[in-house]
C-alpha cells in the first residue's frame, strides 16, 4: 500500500508541476509557441525557424511542346518579408537520390509579401528545344541572397526535342595549377590574380560535324538577382566535334571577375549562328577580398502610423570567402559601414529622415536590429537599404516594395486574451483533478503494483504538458536552420561528453565532437504543394538545404517529416524525406520530394516537419508545423466518346458535362496525346478525326474550391487495318471501312470472288500478267489523228497517256506487266509525212528590161506555196525575203537574175530574167557631115564606201552607205554591219563595213 501511495503521490507533484509550467507557458509564451507565431525567434539551442514564405496550389496548366503554363500562388504566414523571387528549375532523374540540374529560368519580378498575403501568379516556361525524354519540374523560391524560400515539385514533363546537341557533365574545378578538385556550387574562394580553371566531360548528340564557341554571363551573388556583371575577359574558345556520340574533355579558363564578392556564373555553348546547343552550366565563386552581402533583411510590419517606430532586424555576412572550409579567407575584421534607406509609402511619399546606422564588420556574419521613427503614416513601405562602406561603396542593397492590403480586422484586446487565458487555465486545472482522480481510482482499486501502468501515466502526463505548449499549426512551406557557437565555448578542453553540446571541438586528426559548425550548419526548406487537399490525395513534400562540415568525421542532415494530431508531438516515428552527408566541404542538396497520401476523412491536419543536424555525438532539430485541409469535394464529371469506335480516318463526337464544380482539368493519351490543361468550359463537346490505330483515352479532373472532385474518362477506339497491301494485290471491296476491330491485312486468293463477307481486311493477288502492246502500236497516214485501239492489250502503259505522233515521226510506250509479270518489248506508232505542195513562180519581171547605163530596173515576181524566195547574180546572193516581192537594180552591163524560191517540205523552183543594159551614150543631133559621128564607149564607175563605213551604230545603218556604186544588202555578223557597194559600168565592187556598238548608259539607284 506504500508503494501505491507513492506512486499517488509522485503523480500528483508531476501534475502539480505541469499545471505550473503550462500556465507560466500560457502567461509568459513558451520558447516553441513563441517560434511559431515569430518565424525569425532564435531560440536559446541554436535552432530557428527562419522563413514561412511557401508556394500552394502550384500546378502546371498546360503544356504544348516545350512551351509550359504553370499557375501558383506564394503565400507569407510569417513576418513581413521582402527580396523574394520565384522561378523554375528542370532536372533529370539520374537514380533515385540523384538528379542533376539541366535548366532554370528566374524571373525578374522582386516580391515582398506581407504577413498574411498571398499572390498568384501565371507564369510561362520555355525548356530548351533540344531536350527529349522525361524532366523534373520544380516551382522554386528564394530570396535575394539565394536563401530557400518555398519548393514545390510541379511533376514530370515529357519533351519531345530533337535530342541534337552537346550533354556537358561531371564538371570540377581548380585553381591555377593545383591538383585538389572543386564542386561547382560549394563557391571556391580565389584571389583576383589566380586563373580558375574548369574540366567537363562533353558528348555530342548531333548527326553532323560541329564547331562550339564558349558564351558566359556573370551575376552578382546570385542568378535569383538578376544583377549581371561585366567580365573583366571574355575567354572565348572553341570545340568542334566530328562524329555523333563522340566524347570528350574539354577544359576552360573561366574569365576574370573585378570586384570581391560571391558570383554565380553561366556557361552555355552556341553554334556558329549564335545559338545555343549545350545543356546550361551554373558555377557558384568567390573572389575573395572586402565585401558584405544581406541575408535577409526584414521590418516587424508592412504598415505604419505616423508616431510609430519600426523594428527592423537585418542579417548580414562579411567577406563571401569567410565561410567554413574557406580556400582563401579575407581577414577584414573591422571594417566600419553603414546601413542607409530612404523608407516610403507606396505612393512615393517620405515616411521618415533617410537612415543611417552605422556597424562594423566584426565577425563572419552577424544580425543589426535598428529602429526608424515613422514622421508620417506610411502605408505598404517601400525602401532600398543599402551597406555602404567608408568611401560610399555600396557593398549591397535589399529591396522592400510592399503592396496595399485591405484593412485587417482588430485584435483582441488585453482583457479579452485573459478571459481566454483564464478558460484555458480552468480546463486545463480540470484535467489534470480528473486525471488524478482516475490514478487514485484505479491504484486503489487494483490494490497491486503495476508499473507497466506507472509508466504508462507517466508518459501520458507529460506528453499531456508538451500538448498544451503549441497553439499554432502553419500551412506552406517552412525554412528550418541549425546553427553552432564558437569554440571559444568549449574551455580548455574539448568534452566529448556532451557537456558542451552547442561547442565544435576538434582533436588532431582533425575530427569534430559535440559540434554543429561555428554559423549555419545545416538550413533545410520543406514545403508541402497545396494547403487543402480531396480524401486520399497525393500530397508531394519537398525539401532543399545544404548541410556544412569542416570535418574529417560524417556530418548529416535529415529532412523529417511526421503526422501529428495534437500539433506538438508525432503520431508515429518521424520518417526521413531526404538525408545529405558531408564530409569536410559546403554540401548541397537539391530539389527532393516524397509522396504521402492526405487522409481520406475531412477535416484540419497537422504535419511536423524538421531538420536534424547529427555530427556524433551531437544532435539537434529544428522543427515547425505545417497545416492542411482535407475537404470532401463531391465534385464530379461525366464523358464519353459518340461513336465509341471509329474507322482510322472517321471522325467521333467528345462530349463532357461537370457537377458541382468550378474548375476543369483534362488530358488524353493514345493516337492525339493533350497534355494536362484547363477546359475551356466546364461542359461541352468536340469532334475529333484521327489518323493513327488505337485508343484515345481522355481523363478529366474537375475541382471545386481547388479540391479535386472524382475524375471521369472516356475512350475511343480507332480501328484499321493494320500492315499494308502488298505491290500487285487488291484490296476487297470495302474492307477498310466500318470497322469494328483493328486486324491485320490478309491474303485470300486470286481474284475478288476470294473475298469473304465474314471478315474485313481483306485482300487478292490476281495471276502474274505479261505485259503486250495493243492494236495503238502501228502506223497511221498523215490525216490521222488518234490512236485506233487500247495502247496495251496486257499490263498497263507507261507512260500512261503518250502523245499521238506527229506528221512523219513516231511514238513509243511500254506496257508493264503485273503481278510479277514481264514487261513488253517498246510500242511504236508511226505517222506517215503529209503530201508536200508544189512550189511555182507565177511571174518574174524586170520593169524596164532595158535600161541605159546608169540607170535602174526593178525585178518582180509573185509564187504560189513558198515560204521564201532569194534573188541572186552570177552565184551571188543579193537578196532574201518574201515569196512574192521585188528589188531594184542598177546593173552596169547587161546581167542575168535567178529568183530561187522553196517551202518547208523540200519543194523548190527557179526562173530567171535579164536587164539589158545600153552601153552606147543618147544620139547626139546631127551635123552637116555626111558622116555619122560613132557613139563613144561608157567610162567605167569603181565603187566607193560612203561615210559610214568603219563607223559605229546601235542600228543596222541607212544613210552613207556607198558614195559611188550601187547598195547591196546589209547583213549582220561578228558584232558587225557589212555591205557592198557594186561598181558601175564594170567598176570594182568594194566591201564596207561599220561596227555595232550601243551608248553606255549610266543607271543610280
Not at 468 to 496: F, R, Y
Request: charged share 15%; aromatic share 10%; with cysteine.
Amino acid at each position: 500500500m506504500k508503494s501505491h501511495l507513492k506512486t499517488i503521490v509522485f503523480f500528483s507533484l508531476s501534475l502539480c508541476f505541469i499545471f505550473l509550467a503550462t500556465a507560466n507557458v500560457e502567461a509568459e509564451e513558451n520558447p516553441l509557441e513563441k517560434a511559431l507565431k515569430d518565424p525569425n525567434f532564435k531560440n536559446p539551442n541554436g535552432v530557428s525557424v527562419v522563413s514561412r514564405v511557401g508556394f500552394n496550389n502550384a500546378h502546371i496548366l498546360k503544356q504544348e511542346g516545350t512551351k509550359i503554363e504553370i499557375f501558383f500562388e506564394m503565400e507569407n504566414p510569417g513576418e513581413p518579408e521582402g527580396g523574394l523571387v520565384y522561378g523554375v528549375e528542370l532536372s533529370k532523374k539520374l537514380s533515385d537520390d540523384q538528379s542533376r540540374l539541366e535548366d532554370s529560368q528566374y524571373y525578374p519580378e522582386k516580391v515582398s509579401l506581407s504577413s498574411g498575403e498571398t499572390i498568384s501568379r501565371k507564369i510561362e516556361y520555355t525548356a530548351p528545344e533540344f531536350y527529349a525524354g522525361t524532366y523534373q519540374l520544380w516551382l522554386v523560391g528564394k530570396n535575394s541572397a539565394g536563401m530557400p524560400r518555398g519548393i514545390t515539385f510541379l511533376g514530370d514533363v515529357t519533351l519531345s526535342g530533337s535530342n541534337q546537341f552537346v550533354e556537358v557533365e561531371n564538371c570540377y574545378l581548380q585553381i591555377n595549377q593545383e591538383e585538389k578538385r572543386y564542386t561547382l556550387q560549394e563557391g571556391v574562394s580565389f584571389k583576383p590574380e589566380e586563373l580558375v580553371n574548369l574540366t567537363c566531360e562533353a558528348t555530342n548528340y548531333f548527326t553532323h560535324p560541329i564547331t562550339l564557341t564558349t558564351d558566359y554571363q556573370a551575376f552578382r551573388r546570385s542568378v535569383l538577382t538578376g544583377e549581371t556583371v561585366d567580365l573583366l575577359s571574355s575567354n572565348s574558345q572553341e570545340f568542334s566535334f566530328h562524329n555523333q556520340n563522340e566524347k570528350k574533355t574539354i577544359r576552360l579558363t573561366l574569365p576574370q571577375l573585378s570586384k570581391p564578392q560571391a558570383y554565380d556564373l553561366l556557361l552555355v555553348f552556341k553554334d556558329k549562328d549564335n545559338k545555343i546547343v549545350s545543356n546550361k552550366i551554373q558555377i557558384h565563386l568567390v573572389l575573395s577580398g572586402s565585401s558584405a552581402t544581406i541575408i535577409s533583411l526584414k521590418l516587424d510590419k508592412d504598415s505604419y502610423q505616423k508616431g510609430e517606430t519600426a523594428q527592423g532586424k537585418m542579417d548580414w555576412t562579411g567577406p563571401a570567402d569567410n565561410f567554413p572550409n574557406s580556400r582563401q579567407v579575407t581577414k577584414d575584421q573591422e571594417q566600419k559601414v553603414t546601413l542607409e534607406a530612404q523608407l516610403t509609402d507606396w505612393q512615393g511619399q517620405a515616411c521618415a529622415k533617410l537612415f543611417h546606422y552605422p556597424f562594423s564588420l566584426n565577425k563572419d556574419y552577424g544580425q543589426e536590429k535598428f529602429s526608424i521613427p515613422m514622421e508620417k503614416d506610411c502605408q505598404a513601405v517601400q525602401g532600398i537599404f543599402q551597406i555602404k562602406n567608408a568611401q560610399g561603396e555600396v557593398l549591397d542593397e535589399w529591396q522592400l516594395n510592399f503592396k496595399p492590403q485591405a484593412p485587417k480586422q482588430a485584435s483582441k484586446s488585453e482583457t479579452e486574451k485573459k478571459k481566454d487565458l483564464d478558460w484555458k487555465n480552468i480546463i486545463l486545472l480540470g484535467t489534470i483533478l480528473l486525471s488524478l482522480l482516475l490514478v487514485i481510482v484505479v491504484f486503489i482499486w487494483k490494490k497491486r503494483k503495476n508499473s507497466q501502468l506507472e509508466k504508462t501515466l507517466m508518459l501520458f502526463l507529460l506528453l499531456g504538458g508538451l500538448f498544451w505548449g503549441i497553439n499554432q499549426a502553419q500551412a506552406g512551406s517552412v525554412t528550418l536552420q541549425v546553427k553552432g557557437k564558437d569554440s571559444s565555448c568549449c574551455g580548455n578542453g574539448c568534452p566529448v561528453d556532451g557537456s558542451a553540446p552547442y561547442c565544435y571541438c576538434k582533436d588532431d586528426r582533425n575530427n569534430c565532437f559535440n559540434s554543429a559548425v561555428y554559423g549555419v550548419s545545416a538550413q533545410a526548406e520543406i514545403g508541402i504543394d497545396k494547403s487543402s487537399y480531396a480524401p486520399g490525395e497525393t500530397i508531394k513534400l519537398s525539401t532543399t538545404g545544404y548541410v556544412i562540415s569542416h570535418c574529417n568525421n560524417t556530418t548529416y542532415a535529415d529532412s523529417l517529416y511526421c503526422w501529428s494530431s495534437n500539433g506538438t508531438t508525432c503520431s508515429s516515428t518521424m520518417s526521413t524525406i531526404y538525408t545529405e552527408s558531408a564530409k569536410n566541404e559546403n554540401k548541397p542538396f537539391y530539389n527532393k520530394f516524397i509522396n504521402i497520401t492526405a487522409p481520406t476523412s475531412a477535416g484540419n491536419y497537422r504535419l511536423i516537419v524538421g531538420l536534424k543536424y547529427r555530427h556524433y555525438p551531437f544532435e539537434k532539430t529544428a522543427a515547425a508545423l505545417l497545416e492542411f485541409t482535407v475537404i470532401d469535394n463531391n465534385s464530379s464529371c461525366s464523358a464519353y466518346f459518340s461513336p465509341g469506335g471509329v474507322t482510322l480516318g472517321s471522325s467521333s463526337t467528345l462530349y463532357w458535362s461537370t457537377n458541382n464544380a468550378d474548375t476543369l482539368y483534362y488530358s488524353c493519351s493514345g493516337p492525339f496525346p493533350v497534355s494536362y490543361r484547363q477546359a475551356s468550359a466546364l461542359s461541352g463537346n468536340t469532334s475529333l478525326t484521327l489518323s493513327n490505330i488505337g485508343t484515345e483515352s481522355c481523363t478529366f479532373y474537375p475541382y471545386k474550391n481547388g479540391i479535386a472532385g472524382t475524375t471521369c474518362s472516356a475512350d475511343l477506339n480507332v480501328y484499321g487495318c493494320t500492315g499494308s497491301v502488298p505491290s500487285g494485290s487488291i484490296a476487297c471491296s470495302g474492307d477498310d471501312s466500318n470497322l469494328s476491330q483493328t486486324l491485320s491485312w490478309q491474303y485470300v486468293g486470286n481474284s475478288s470472288s476470294s473475298c469473304t463477307s465474314s471478315r474485313k481486311c481483306e485482300y487478292y493477288t490476281p495471276a502474274s500478267i505479261n505485259g503486250a502492246c495493243g492494236p495503238a502500236a502501228t502506223t497511221y497516214s498523215s490525216t490521222d489523228t488518234t490512236f485506233s485501239g487500247a495502247l496495251c492489250s496486257a499490263g498497263t502503259a507507261s507512260p500512261a497517256s503518250p502523245a499521238f505522233p506527229a506528221s512523219g515521226s513516231s511514238t513509243t510506250w511500254t506496257c508493264l506487266g503485273q503481278n510479277g509479270g514481264s514487261n513488253s518489248p517498246t510500242c511504236t506508232a508511226t505517222r506517215a509525212a503529209s503530201a508536200c505542195p508544189t512550189v511555182t513562180i507565177n511571174s518574174l519581171t524586170a520593169n524596164p528590161s532595158t535600161i541605159n547605163n546608169g540607170n535602174t530596173s526593178t525585178i518582180s515576181w509573185t509564187t504560189t506555196n513558198a515560204t521564201s524566195c532569194s534573188l541572186s547574180r552570177s552565184g551571188t546572193v543579193i537578196y532574201t525575203g518574201n515569196p512574192s516581192g521585188s528589188y531594184t537594180v542598177m546593173p552596169s552591163a547587161t546581167t542575168a537574175y535567178t529568183l530561187s524560191c522553196n517551202n518547208s517540205c523540200g519543194s523548190s523552183a527557179t526562173s530567171n530574167v535579164t536587164v539589158t543594159v545600153n552601153n552606147s551614150s543618147p544620139t547626139p543631133s546631127p551635123t552637116p557631115s555626111p558622116t555619122p559621128t560613132p557613139t563613144s564607149t561608157p567610162i567605167s564607175i569603181p565603187e566607193e564606201c560612203g561615210g559610214a563605213n568603219g563607223k559605229a551604230f546601235c542600228a543596222k545603218p541607212s544613210n552613207g552607205l556607198c558614195d559611188q556604186g550601187s547598195l547591196t544588202v546589209v547583213t549582220f555578223s561578228n558584232n558587225r554591219w557589212n555591205w557592198k557597194c557594186e561598181g558601175l559600168y564594170g567598176g570594182d565592187d568594194a566591201s564596207c563595213s561599220a561596227r555595232k556598238e550601243c551608248p553606255w548608259v549610266e543607271t543610280t539607284n
